[in-house]
């Protein structure tokens, strides 16, 4: 299999990531449109991620010095060249040929950290080395799911290690599969040939039989991922873990308890519970109850550089973007992802001038209008985000 990422020339009328979401919905088949963009049941999460953001306004300053001002960030003991990472996003093989190695030549370029999904569709020793020869790349992570045999998990997390991996992205809100009505209907089907390759063949989980038992609780949920895993998969590895899916400030603080390094604050782009509050409304009370002592990052409908400001100024250390990145895979490969990170890089820019931040430092809860109708009863502390 080639590792050169195959050659693209951009379209020209790519100016916002909704540009991009129209040249990848004109590329993927019905079906593959409907995994990669829907969610659980009704998509009241999925519609209220974005919808959040909107409803955020920026309070501009102005006559403040900006020469010099620059993105950088530190997380996790490593300077990031901005705060944009690229989600874990199952499959990429769907939306383009290279899958996830053209992800990964494109956020090498642009100094974007990537997070590899544990159902990733090209072999996560490839991937690393895509991404760990660029010197101006940002952070690998590996997204991990919990396998039913401990063995499993330990054997995958010993191949991160020794690929280069640098983190372990724990996914905590997924212990069994949203309703997502949306593929359901579309009829979508992995297509022969396309499996999360890191994996073994899943076997099948029973449960047990009888009257009053259930399939899920019985069978898949035994084996549903508690505290004490979290600190057994930090007891058989030397990287950092970091927890995906935090919606309350309880799991939070229970985090910092555990020695968790980091939590990513996220609903999983609304595929699993409908109905949970949008990332943005929940970041600022997990900000809050954990007093900038655990880096928060978050994600959930960022499409805009200004919606990356606001998160920082809610509390975010970095956010993570998902189906943009699929987007521009889908029409352009490493091309387009290249160009969604670009533009929320460039678009991030423009709003710290124009909010009077010449650094990330400075985007505190006092450039956002109105966070105290937002979250009523918000602190206006602002959290250190080094």
Request: net charge neutral.
């Amino acid at each position: 299999m080639s590792t050169t990422p195959q050659r693209h020339t951009l379209p020209a009328d790519l100016f916002t990531l909704a540009d991009h979401e129209r040249h990848a919905r004109a590329r993927l088949d019905a079906p593959v449109w409907a995994y990669f963009s829907g969610g659980a049941a009704d998509e009241i999460t999925l519609r209220a991620n974005r919808s959040a953001w909107d409803a955020l306004t920026l309070l501009p300053r102005v006559l403040r010095p900006l020469a010099g001002g620059h993105t950088r960030c530190e997380l996790l003991g490593r300077t990031l060249a901005h705060p944009i990472l690229l989600a874990p996003v199952a499959f990429q093989r769907l939306a383009h040929a290279d899958g996830e190695l053209a992800t990964a030549y494109a956020a090498a370029a642009l100094g974007a950290g990537l997070v590899l999904s544990t159902q990733a569709s090209q072999p996560l020793e490839a991937v690393a080395q895509a991404m760990l020869g660029d010197a101006g790349r940002g952070p690998l992570w590996f997204q991990l799911y919990l396998q039913p045999d401990r063995g499993h998990t330990r054997a995958l997390v010993q191949r991160a290690e020794a690929a280069g991996y640098e983190a372990l992205v724990l996914t905590v809100d997924a212990p069994c599969s949203g309703v997502r009505e949306r593929e359901w209907r579309a009829g979508f089907r992995l297509p022969p040939g396309l499996r999360a390759v890191n994996l073994p063949e899943a076997a099948a989980i029973s449960a047990p039989g009888g009257a009053g038992s259930s399939a899920l609780f019985d069978g898949l949920l035994r084996h549903a991922p508690t505290w004490d895993d979290v600190q057994w998969l930090q007891s058989i590895t030397r990287l950092p873990v970091l927890l995906k899916g935090v919606l309350h400030p309880a799991d939070a603080r229970a985090a910092m308890d555990n020695g968790v390094a980091a939590v990513i604050v996220s609903n999983h782009g609304g595929r699993t519970l409908d109905t949970t509050p949008s990332t943005a409304s929940v970041l600022p009370r997990i900000a809050d109850a954990t007093g900038g002592a655990l880096p928060l990052l978050v994600d959930g409908g960022i499409r805009r550089g200004t919606d990356v400001l606001k998160a920082i100024a809610l509390g975010a250390r970095a956010v993570l973007v998902g189906r943009p990145i699929v987007w521009g895979l889908a029409h352009s490969g490493a091309a387009g992802v290249a160009h969604v990170l670009r533009l929320l890089r460039d678009e991030l820019e423009a709003a710290m001038a124009l909010t009077g931040c010449a650094t990330l430092a400075q985007a505190g809860r006092e450039i956002l209008a109105d966070v105290g109708n937002f979250y009523p009863g918000a602190s206006n502390e602002t959290y250190s985000h080094s």
